[in-house]
């Protein structure tokens, strides 16, 4: 091996090969969407380092394929803890992860997970990694090793704004976080994007031609005299009273505003954080990130089709907003909670607003996708191993004047919440043909739509095909499962 130039070193650091030597832990399929499809997108509820291990093998043996038949992720982001030795909860105190890793620990542990991502990712893939002020800085050192300086594309600034520092914190304000953007090698997606920038007709400086086509001007800078002849056949070419020929960009109308389309750059202050998104959007994680933010990234490193992958999944807003965009996904988390928001937000997409335009209903409902744990993992939600299993009480009953179902929740309580009652319930799902092993969803509803229903369900008899499983879940992600026959 050659001599390196430099090299990071710290107490604990294990060699890409030791790192490469992660095993793999066998998946079990605990819950599934019901249609059938060629791809399924894919939830592991496991710890990232052998739930990456266990997509990594899947690559090799050619289960993890973009549309175009690519083995890997076209694209890969992550939202890692910030290394702020804090726990973080839900909005109402639902245990979400601890941030307690610190120091040469921290920067270790997310070393070896690039290292396993890194492999992950198609020979024209790319990879975003998101972090704040605190260990960023480390983190680029660590990526200049792992993925070479040569492949580092952006410093990406998210300035979302809207928090000020303290008056006596004797610093400037922190209003932004870092997003790092490599490349595995050679060639990578890159799809350049434009915003639309709306001012007032009346008063904003831009002049009109003699068609009546708004437009502003700039110099012409490194434009050729033959490039500017052409351009001038386009009618692109102003000439100022003074004789210097400027360039014409044209800007869009929109009533009695103009849009003037820019190209993003690596400055993101157009997009506000979480602090700041509508109810419909909001999950009650800490640290959810917007779809907006998510949106633009793939949109940037991805084309429809291509696999978008994220070990710290959070909240499910990479996942989301791949499902949106007509991406295939997969996404890693451990907890409880997580999981939980993720397969809620998946289950309930058809009724959130389109990215596209958000004046439309998005209309379709989520593709296929299969929840999988490691075994030790599995059980988790599916017993009460851990002591939180919600209680509940129900009437089944069948309406022989309508053929219906009938499914009427009349108490529910979750063990520990400190909550009354229903304000505990996030959700019911019904599998009509339970096989005992995996869950597949065929009727979803949230806590809002049973309220709506006075917490009752119905569907027609002939649904049912076999033992119905009924899932009730809390706020925490705890549930409580019903097999039986209804008819």
């Keep these: 091996m050659g001599h390196k130039e430099y090299e990071l070193t710290y107490k604990d650091k294990a060699s890409v090969g030791e790192v490469l030597s992660t095993a793999a832990k066998p998946l079990a399929a605990l819950k599934s969407s019901r249609e059938e499809s060629t791809w399924r997108n894919i939830l592991i509820t496991a710890e990232n380092l052998h739930g990456l291990a266990s997509l990594i093998e899947m690559k090799k043996q050619g289960k993890l394929l973009c ?88 410093d990406i600034v998210w300035s979302y704004g809207g928090r000020g520092a303290k008056h006596i ?5 922190r209003n932004h976080d870092i997003i790092l953007w490599y490349k595995r090698g050679g060639r990578h997606i890159f799809n350049q994007l434009t915003v639309g920038r709306r001012v007032a007709k009346k008063g904003s400086g831009f002049k009109q031609d003699e068609s009546g086509r708004w437009f502003k001007t700039s110099p012409r800078g490194d434009y050729t005299d033959e490039s500017m002849e052409a351009l001038e056949k386009e009618g692109r070419v102003y000439t100022t009273r003074n004789g210097t020929m400027r360039v014409k960009y044209f800007l869009r109308e929109d009533g009695e505003h103009l849009v003037e389309d820019k190209l993003v750059g690596d400055v993101w202050d157009d997009i506000p954080d979480a602090m700041h998104l509508s109810e419909t959007e909001k999950t009650g994680y800490p640290t959810q990130k917007p779809e907006a933010l998510l949106e633009r990234v ?58 596209d335009d958000p004046k439309k209903k998005y209309g379709k409902a989520c593709r296929p996708f299969d929840v999988l744990g490691t075994l030790e993992h599995s059980g988790e939600n599916c017993c009460d191993a851990h002591g939180h299993t919600p209680s509940v009480k129900c009437r089944y009953d069948i309406d022989d004047a309508s053929g219906e179902c009938v499914v009427k929740i009349e108490r ?16 019911v799902a019904i599998d009509f043909c339970f096989d005992g092993e995996t869950m597949k969803t065929d009727l979803f509803a949230t806590a809002a739509e049973l309220e709506a229903k006075g917490y009752e369900l119905r569907f027609p008899l002939e649904s049912i095909k076999g033992e119905v499983l009924i899932v009730f879940t809390d706020i925490f992600g705890h549930e409580k499962w019903f097999v039986g026959e209804l008819a």
């Design 67 to 154: 549309a175009d038949g690519s083995p890997g992720a076209r694209l890969i982001y992550i939202d890692p803890p910030f290394s702020t030795r804090l726990e973080f909860k839900g909005k109402k105190s639902q245990k979400a992860y601890k941030d307690k890793t610190v120091g040469a620990e921290f920067v270790e542990s997310l070393r070896r997970r690039l290292i396993l991502l890194k492999e992950l990712l198609t020979d024209d893939g790319s990879i975003f990694v998101h972090l704040d002020w605190k260990k960023a800085h480390y983190i680029k050192v660590v990526m200049d090793e792992v993925f070479g300086e040569e492949n580092f594309l952006n």
């Design 298 to 355: 793939i949109r940037a490193a991805s084309n429809p089709g291509d696999i978008v992958l994220d070990c710290f999944a959070g909240a499910g807003t990479a996942l989301v907003a791949a499902e949106k965009l007509g991406r295939r996904w997969a996404g890693i988390d451990s907890g409880t909670l997580a999981g939980h928001t993720i397969e809620k937000r998946l289950l309930t997409i058809a009724s959130t607003k389109s990215l």
């Design 169 to 173: 914190a004797g610093q400037f304000s």
């Design 412 to 427: 529910f309580s979750s063990p520990g919440s400190g909550l009354k009652g229903m304000e505990a319930l996030s959700s």
